[in-house]
């Protein structure tokens, strides 16, 4: 399984496809609580959205394999519109 | 140039001529009725064709001028002048387009935003108000206010008074379906400067949230060139604009590059190359082993990525071996002028007048066929001169020009290599053929007599048969047409031979384009498993027992009106077989006596193969051409059926 | 060997597909270029299953399977294009008899050539295989004429003989009707649903194996056939009895519960599951928000193995399945594999699935 539900925390993990969506929106929709991205290695746009949408924040570690500017959009508490430098 | 795409530039000039008619039609008389059918279709097909060879801008266009010509002809209503403008621009710009790809093997880079554009004046006068107009692609402030509001962001990059990029990305609502990932193809820009994402409406509570409808609007910066970016892009032009923007702080003269015109080629040792080649085999086999292992996982999540992976392995793969197997292409030139060479040496020694035509010198083909080739042409050559083309004074005698002529051509048919050498000389006698066949005991007398032309005169290729001397002065060929047949075959070609008495004799050697991939069929014989090549097989039959009929000692079948001896394939191998009682399966093979139908245990889908030569002792067994390695890592024989059936 | 003949009016279509199809070692190729010469070749060349393009000069497509049908009935894959006006051609090429039908290849084909050609390889020998039907041809046809009669064509549900499917207590909350079909099934999907009444008491999912577009001309069609309203499942929606929901094709259809409600949503095609919309998938999320008792499971003609995995879940776990008999699947592949895997409640053939599903649920 890419996404892991975790006591404390939703855990992304490898290549995160549209088809994770679906379980996604029901573990924060039961339960808000921080993202892992520590070990995601692809985040569909679908995902992005939701995690926009449920304004979860993502845990200590950031998301090292994702681009950077994906991570300082991810990073906020709201959804968009977001601006990023490169 | 890939073969879809030569058929595509063929057929695409037609239709283009044909829509270019009509849509003239269409805007000096606003015509309805069958001009609208005709340009419908000739677009239709257009659209389709395009899209089987990828030009996806092209299909795009094509589709808006679809949409509008399929409203117009199911409303029975005239095409809008200015729509009808359109069209014809539309079909102009394919028109263009075509040529760019014969002279370029691919579109233009601003091929999308050229077809977007057409594509909005197509649509744009559409009267159907429930789609929003899309943004004129000529207007791009949007792409000057982006530059001055990202300001910060392109210092902190260092492209200050660089030329840039902008991209404006408003992806349909429904595009997580088509299977794309916006973000995704953001990531893919290269050297992204700044990244924009808004929200198309108001962010919805996650309840409301329907996660498989993109609510976004991206906008981008990179400092890469526009026909860096819009690749990126090529699957989606519909959704995306971009603009070039040059600062206007940009006073800095942009060195011109001052590249050298330098000789593209370099020169590779041809070992190298073979190396390289059996190195990718080894990678295909190991590939097909890979998918074999993939295919028997049972793990569902697994597998599904297994195999998306395998088929872009897969891509790779197919495209290294056509590149490695064009490093290894060699122009049949160098092949044609030692024999040209060995023609002009012999007929001055044989006291005979000849004109060497040549054709299809540019014709390239795989060095180990172009090697391969010499020895048969040679034995075609020189049977020509001795035994075809006549001396001077006989051919003056028949009214014949005293030179004779012997033409050698070659040329590319599909996918086959086609070489022919033909003389004027005097050709083959089928009656004197027939009683050959007869006096050397091949058929009995009332059989010969049956043959018709065309097969007497093939009795040249029977083994040993042309090699006595009195078919040689009589008939008019000579030694070894049995080792040119053989040596032609060891290639994976056919030999076909057509005569006329008195007005000469053309063999054409047919040739597959690549020699090192192989397509076999894998058989079941007793019990063991056996690979033949598929070109020698004609067919593959279920034959019921019932269907089975005794003749003379042996048993035969009907085939489509054609009666087909029947041999047991493991009586020929030597093996230990269980009779069956069943249907029989039965591979159709060609011989030198007609079909032959041999008997197996079981066949199953072809498969493509790399045939390695027998070495060692093994190479002394006739029966096999060679071994392969299947997906499962066993080794199999492929057997010379020819050679098994003799 | 199986003999196909391929009728097309491009060149280059005729080309990439006979291509396909003399590489493999079973099929013996032949063409033609439009409706006339492949009439002609129709007697000459007595092929074992046909591929048909729909827009052709001379004779179109849809006339051509006409004559087809009358002259020589014989296995027809429809070929179309991936637009609105295609799809609803293609429709009334199922009705008129053709098994099955694949879309033109569209986009990149050059790149997506090897993913597709398993599957057209796949979709024309099922067809070959395909029984046409000689007797309901006739009647079939004359129906597909008289379109447009609407809802009082509509048939009674035949009565129900040796098949049975336990009954529903009264007091259980009301579930969900889960369909899965593929090659023939929107001939099936038409009996089955023609012969439901309006107030069939619960919701019905469809998952049918299409490519995008289709479906929504499907459900149109259906629509205009039955007491049920039928509706392609686009935005997520509330599901209600009543209403009969079709998957969007070339996606799948997921169930989750919001508040008190169970509400539909189209998903992308989760490249986990080979066939979409996916059976399995459908009824995998269904049993992850509704008890098994609460669901019916129907799985219909199709090749392949879709649904069969997932719905005997639905059984083991106390719920009911029906799958129809070989006898009436046009390719007994997806009911074969449920009946194997012993997860059918009970096996009948498609005229009488209507009447089982009023039966239990009344």
Partial sequence: MTIRAEPDVIRLVGQCGAEDAEALLQLLLQQARPLDLTRCEHLHTALVQIIWGSGASLAPGGAPMLPDWLCQLLDRSEGPPARTAI | MDELLEQFLIEGRDLVAQAGDDCAALVRNGSTGPVIDSAFRAVHTLKGSAAIVGLRPMEAMLHAAEDLLGTARSAGAAVDPERARALVACIDQCDRWMDEVAAAGELPGDAAAVGAEIGARLRGARSDAAKEPAPSPVDSRWATELVEEERAAIATAGAAGRRLTAIRYLPREDCFFAGDDPLALVAAIPQLVAVRVEAREPWPA??????????????????????????????????????????????????????????????????????????????????????????????GGLDGELRTSGAAMDRVLRNMHRTVMAMRLVPVDRVFRRVARLVRDTASRLGREVELEQQGLDTTVDKAIADALFDPLLH??????????????????????????????????????????????????????????????????????????????????????????????????????????????????????????????????????????????????????????????????????????????????????????????????????????????????????????????????????????????????????????????????????????? | MTRLLIVDDSPLMRRLLSGIFTAEADFEVEVARDGVEALAKLHSFHPDVITLDVHMPALDGIACLNRIMIERPCPVVMVSGRTAEG???????????????????????????????????????????????????????????????????????????????????????????????????????????????????????????????????????????????????????????????????????????????????????????????????????????????????????????????????????????????????????????????????????????AGLLVEALA
């Fill in chain 2, 380 to 646: 075609l050559a020189r049977n020509a001169l001795d035994h075809g083309i006549e001396p001077p004074e006989t051919r003056a005698a028949q009214g014949k020009s005293p030179r004779g002529t012997i033409r050698l051509s070659a040329g590319s048919v599909g996918s086959e290599l086609v070489v022919e050498l033909a003389d004027d000389g005097k050709g083959i006698d089928p009656a004197v053929m027939r009683r050959l066949a007869v006096q050397r005991g091949l058929h009995g007398a009332e059989r010969a007599a049956e043959l018709s032309d065309e097969e007497a005169v093939q009795l040249v290729f029977a083994p040993g048969f042309s090699s006595a001397a009195e078919v040689t002065d009589l008939s008019g060929r000579g030694v070894g047409m049995d080792a040119v047949k053989a040596a032609v075959e060891r290639l994976g070609g056919r030999t076909v031979l057509a005569s006329r008495p008195g007005e000469g004799t053309t063999v054409t050697i047919h040739l597959p384009a690549t020699a090192a991939l192989t397509s076999v069929l894998t058989i079941t014989v007793a019990g063991e498993r056996f690979a033949v090549p598929v070109e020698a097989v004609v067919q593959t039959a279920r034959i019921p027992a019932a269907a089975i009929r005794p003749v003379g000692t042996g048993q035969a079948f009907v085939l489509r009106d054609t009666t087909i001896p029947l041999l047991a394939l493991a009586d020929l191998l030597g093996l230990q077989a269980d009779r069956c009682e069943g249907d029989r399966r039965v591979l159709v093979v060609g011989s030198p006596v007609g079909l032959v139908g041999l008997v197996v245990d079981d066949f199953s889908s072809r498969s493509e193969v790399i045939l390695r030569p027998m070495t060692g002792l093994l190479s002394s067994v006739p029966l096999v051409s060679g071994t392969t390695l299947m997906n499962d890592g066993s080794v199999l024989f492929i057997l010379n059926l020819s050679e098994v059936i003799g």
């Fill in chain 3, 87 to 353: 799809a609803a051609e293609t429709m009334t090429a199922l009705e008129l008899g053709a098994v099955d039908f694949m879309p033109k290849p569209d986009g990149a084909v050059s790149l997506e050539i090897d993913a597709l050609r398993p599957l057209l390889i796949d979709k024309v020998r099922t067809a070959a295989q395909a029984r046409v039907k000689a007797s309901s041809r006739l009647a079939e046809r004359v129906r597909a004429r008289s379109r447009g009669v609407g809802r009082t064509t509509r048939r009674r549900a035949e009565s129900v003989a040796g098949a049975k499917l336990a009954p529903v207590a009264a007091s259980d909350a009301p579930g969900l009707v889960l369909v899965g079909t593929s090659t023939g099934g929107p001939r099936a999907l038409e009996v089955l649903l023609t012969g439901l009444p309006a107030s069939f008491p619960w919701p019905i999912l469809v998952a049918q194996h299409m490519p995008a577009f289709f479906t929504s001309a499907l459900a149109t069609r259906l629509d205009k056939l039955c007491a049920l309203h039928i509706a392609e499942l686009s935005a997520p929606t509330v599901v209600e009895a009543g209403t009969v929901y079709i998957a969007r094709g070339e996606a799948d259809m997921v169930l989750r519960r919001r508040g008190g409600t169970l509400v539909a949503s189209a998903a992308p095609a989760d490249p986990n599951y080979p066939w979409h919309p996916s059976a399995d998938r459908l009824v995998r999320s269904a049993l992850g928000v509704v008890p098994p008792e609460q669901l019916v499971g129907v799985l219909m003609t199709g090749m392949g193995n879709d649904g069969a995995a997932a719905m005997a879940e639905i059984k083991a776990g106390g719920g009911r399945t029906i799958a129809e008999s070989e006898k009436s699947a046009v390719v007994w592949g997806m009911p074969g594999e449920l009946v194997k895997l012993g997860g059918a409640s009970t096996v009948a053939p498609v005229d009488q699935i």
């Fill in chain 2, 206 to 299: 996650l309840e409301q949230l329907d996660p498989y409808r993109c609510l976004l609007s991206i906008q981008a910066l990179s400092s890469a060139e526009l026909g860096d970016v819009s690749p990126v892009f090529r699957l989606i032009p519909d959704q995306v604009e971009l603009a070039a923007v040059q600062p206007a702080a940009a006073s800095r003269g942009q060195a011109a590059p001052t590249a050298v015109a330098a000789d593209p080629t370099i020169r590779v040792d041809a070992g190298q190359v073979d190396r390289l080649l059996d190195l990718i085999g080894e990678l295909l086999v190991a590939r097909n082993q890979f998918g074999a292992v993939a295919g028997a996982s049972l793990d």
